[in-house]
């Protein structure tokens, strides 16, 4: 069964930073480019960061170049996203999954930016 299990979200200040952890089961996470996507209050989700899965190159949406850091770790079965410098705009429900042939999304991780 595949399953996605995001964590590490919650109340970060303007500037602080988070972790996000993905963690993988059910299909062969090691061959397969991973996504980390978000999905704001009132709006549609939206891709974030992608990892490739061999030579983990690495793409970012122009709004998070800079402060966000994605990265994997095959044997874990886990992506995750760093972030820094957090701004309000940041403020969503952040999802990993496939960069394409998405399976079931997992619950997400709540992430809120405010003073």
Known sequence: ???LVESGGG???PGGSL???CVTSGFPFS???MS???QAPGKGRELVASIASR????TYADSVKGRFTISRDNAKTTVYLQMNSL???D????YCNKVANLVPWGQGTSVTVSS
Not at 55 to 58: I, K, L
Not at 91 to 94: G, L
Request: proline share 8%; net charge positive; aromatic share 16%.
């Open 1 to 3: 069964q595949v399953q």
């Open 11 to 13: 109340l970060a200040q």
């Open 19 to 21: 972790r996000l952890s």
């Open 31 to 33: 061959v397969y480019p």
């Open 36 to 38: 980390w996507y978000r």
């Open 55 to 58: 030579d983990r190159r690495t």
């Open 87 to 89: 701004k309000p705009e």
């Open 91 to 94: 403020t969503a429900v952040y």
